[in-house]
């Protein structure tokens, strides 16, 4: 079955870090585009960032200099390291599949979401 | 940065109801526009790509059209599973969602 498990959620104070994971099953997440969409509460969607299948990263402003996407390619898995989180960053945080194409795609699969909660 | 825009941001409806949402884009896009479904507690669910292409297992009432800057999601009869949030994005220049239109039971 294909599917993705993020991990790692919690509630953290202001400044902190905490590093978010997200298990895949069912496919290879090299061979993909793997992105994280986060969610205030609510509030509508918001992109965060994507590691393409070549290894390019590209970042929403809001968490540009702060978050790091990455990935093991062992343990098929994605990460998102958040460094110096503010309030604002307090959202589900949603990882999601964007197939490997020749041509733009949207976001096939996506996982449940983990809630990450910023405050002292 | 290319900014999308729904409306409305809540419609009523009932059961067997044909419902349109509109989508509109600040710049061209192209077809590069999809539409999901996320209900209370869930994850967004991909209805539509590419503007009109319906993805695999959803429904043929979800349709799709436009192209462009102009774009709309139609439920051709409401069922009561589809009462929901629906967000379009685009994907043409980085990925931008729209704030998102929610349709609830009249």
């Known amino acids: 079955e294909v599917q993705l498990v993020e991990t790692g959620g919690g509630l953290i104070q202001p400044g902190g870090s905490l590093r978010l994971s997200c298990a895949a099953s069912?496919?290879?997440?090299?061979?993909?585009?793997m992105s994280w969409v986060r969610q205030a509460p609510g509030k509508g969607l918001e992109w965060v960032s994507i590691i393409y299948s070549g290894g390019t990263t590209y970042y929403a402003d809001s968490v540009k200099g702060r978050f790091t996407i990455s990935r093991d390619n062992s343990k098929n898995t994605l990460y998102l390291q958040m460094n110096s989180l503010r309030a604002e960053d307090t959202a589900i945080y949603y990882c999601?599949?964007?197939?490997?194409?020749?041509?733009?795609?949207?976001?096939?699969?996506w996982g449940q979401g983990t809630m990450v909660t910023v405050s002292s | 940065d290319i900014q999308m825009t729904q409306s409305p941001s809540t419609l009523s409806a009932s059961v067997g109801d044909r419902v349109t949402i509109t989508c509109r884009a600040s710049q061209s896009i192209s077809s590069w526009l999809a539409w999901y479904q996320q209900k209370p507690g869930k994850a967004p669910k991909l209805l539509i790509y590419?503007?009109?292409s319906l993805e695999s297992g959803v429904p043929s009432r979800f349709s799709g059209s436009g192209s462009g800057t102009e774009f709309t999601l139609t439920i051709s009869s409401l069922q009561p599973d589809d009462f929901a949030t629906y967000y379009c994005q685009q994907y043409n220049n980085y990925w931008t969602f729209g704030q998102g239109t929610k349709v609830e039971i009249k």
């Open positions: 999601a599949r964007r197939p490997p194409s020749p041509t733009p795609y949207a976001f096939d699969i």
């Open positions: 069912g496919f290879t997440v090299s061979s993909n585009y």
């Open positions: 590419k503007a009109s």
